[in-house]
């Protein structure tokens, strides 16, 4: 993967000179200390990220926190004050008009959170704005509308006046308008805030399909924690025009770089976020199929447990023997093989806790984290799930 | 002392004589200069305004009293509905009974002369105000001072200008109807959506492109009403200019008055008020029209 986009050392004021809050800045003063005595807004405060191609990169934070600023400076809606912004490699920053409009033209949508759409013009010509700006021909352009349009569910809503049309559709013929230049990315501010939390769900699975099948590169601005980690390979968490961290979600929820992070995910529903694999952990006893069930009961009874998974010499995964079986079959004198007890539940390690909690809460034997191959990547107890649901922290460090 | 102390009195209470500046004469002695100088400019102004002024008229006076009728109702019938049509054209076809017809046509081709030229300067302005706040700062205090001064000080100038006749009249009625449009023309641009706009640039649309597509579409219901407005106040000079000769049912009016004949002047004033009616209908059902396919 390579970086799409490269924001180095962006900083944007408004309402006056860059250079007269330079200073104050690098000494390191605050926001509202900055405003109060100069008059200047600081917008942004020297951020610096990138974004991978066909990535999904979620900005978030709290209204205020400079996010919005952040992506027009991406479109140059906003001129940043000082920085550069390199897009495959070239600094849009430095553009002419011309270069800009082309780069507007091509390379980048923009979906708006109250949608943004042309009232005056029909869902299908809304659609064409882009195409038509770019001259290209009639025929053509409403061909390419239609697609569009049917690719996001539109069908049949064409001729349609945008007050026609719920909040819902209203953002589907926003998404289909940036759609339709075909752009390598798009920028999303809050696309979906303005909408029912039903419709928001539904927006959210679409756009990821969306994603899936197309592999735009996505930068999605939200205040909204549980969007942010549905949504984000990776996510960044801005506060006062800086961004306090980046992270993937999971590494955000597992280790918030400050206070500040750790309230705002506070309330995250980590459910949808954790998965199998944040939650499991190294099994403490491990028998292999070779070994009698002397071996296996001497493990149960060092490692304090009453049932131990037993797996192949290369790991993968073959059954579970309990305490009360491999005394039997010690008296007995047979083999681990014969008593080997499959009723146990196996996970793959990107299931969410969502997923486990049913299986976690029904069964009486660890839920075993297996990979393609059945190897055995480690277990998951019932305690580990639901403790994970209580603090966020995940119980790897056990 | 005494003495000393009346004089105190007078300076608080009458304005000092000694601060004393007339502006006027000032101007008086730009408006000369201008004649002096730029009588070629004023004189092919006076053409042109009178080429298309007398045109109009003659369209019109050729215009059979019927065809008229029938596109008030038509268009009565449109923006409106079919009982206002009726009731419009109704009232048209009363100028005619009263014997005002020829007169009311005169008139209406000073009102349209006047409101032709108050558009094609007034939403170029509107436009310029609403992109730049300092041509907002400027032309806000002109406008003001266009709308509030009386109309017989720039009616004199306007006859020094132009001479007498219909073309100075048109001069006074273009600066008395110019600001709704302009004012209107810049609210509706300004209060197009900020994120319309955006939309419109992040597509890569060039400024006149956002212009022409997204911001003036966006308000032209608000221009609407503002060209409503900018024709009831040049219909409302009809009977000022007429003080400095023109014809039409203004004269009328003014006659009538000055003879004393009430129902001469009743009748012509009437006629204006149906003109009004008429005309400020049928433009406001245009620009609801307008507002509601937003």
Known sequence: ????????????????????????????????????????????????????????????????????????????????????????????????????????QTKVGMVFQHFGLFTHRTVLKNVEYGLEIRGVPKEERTEIAKKTLAAVGLEGWEEHFPSQLSGGMCQRVGLARALANDPDILLMDEPFSALDPLIRREMQLELLDIHARLKKTIVFI???????????DRVAVMKDGVIEQIGTPEEILANPANDYIAEFVQDVDKTKVLQAKNIMFKPGALVSIKDGPKVAIREMRDAGI??????????RLQGLVTIDDALKALQERRELQDILIKDYYTTGPETSIEELLPLASTTKYPLAVVDDNNKLLGIIVRVSVLSALINGQTEKEE | ???????????????????????????????????????????????????????????????????????????????????????????????????????????LAIVLTSVIISLLVGIPVGILMSYQAKVEVVIKPILDGMQTMPSFVYLIPAMMFFGLGMVPAVFATVIYSL????????????????????????????????????????????????????TMMALSMVVISSMIGVQGLGYEVLSGISRIEIARAFDAGLSIVILAIIIDRISQGIADKYRISE
């Open chain 2, 179 to 230: 600001p709704p449009v302009i004012r209107l023309t810049n609210l509706g641009i300004q209060n197009v959506s900020k994120e319309m706009v955006e939309a419109a640039y992040s597509f890569g649309s060039s400024t006149w492109q956002t212009l022409l597509k997204v911001q003036l579409p966006q308000a032209l219901p608000t221009i609407m009403t503002g060209i409503n407005q900018t």
């Open chain 2, 1 to 107: 002392m005494l003495h000393n102390c009346s004089n105190h009195l007078n300076i608080m209470q009458a304005f000092p004589e000694l601060i004393s500046f007339k502006l006027g004469v000032y101007v008086e002695k730009f408006v000369e200069w201008l004649l002096a100088n730029f009588m070629g400019f004023f004189d092919a102004l006076n053409r042109v305004i009178r080429w298309f002024l007398l045109n109009t008229e003659a369209f019109l006076q050729w215009l059979p009293w019927w065809v008229l009728v029938l596109v008030v109702f038509l268009l009565g019938w449109r923006y409106k509905k079919l009982s206002a049509g009726i009731l419009y054209a109704f009232f048209l076809s009363l100028i005619g009974v009263f014997g005002l017809w020829e007169l009311t046509m005169t008139t």
């Open chain 1, 1 to 104: 993967m390579t970086a799409k986009i490269k924001v180095e050392n962006l900083t944007k004021v408004f309402n006056g000179n860059y250079k007269t809050v330079l200073k104050r800045l690098q000494k390191g003063e605050s926001k509202e200390q900055i405003l109060k005595e100069t008059g200047i807004t600081v917008g942004l405060n020297n951020v610096s990220f990138e974004v991978q191609e066909g990535e999904i990169f979620v900005i978030m934070g709290l209204s205020g926190s400079g996010k919005s600023t952040l992506l027009r400076c991406l479109n140059l809606l906003n001129v940043p004050s000082a920085g550069s912004i390199f897009v495959d490699g070239s600094n849009i920053v430095k553009y002419t008009k011309k270069e800009l409009k082309e780069f507007r």
């Open chain 1, 306 to 315: 009453s049932s131990v998974f037993v797996v192949d010499n290369e790991r």
């Open chain 1, 222 to 232: 939200t205040h909204d924690v549980n969007e942010a980690f549905k949504l984000g």
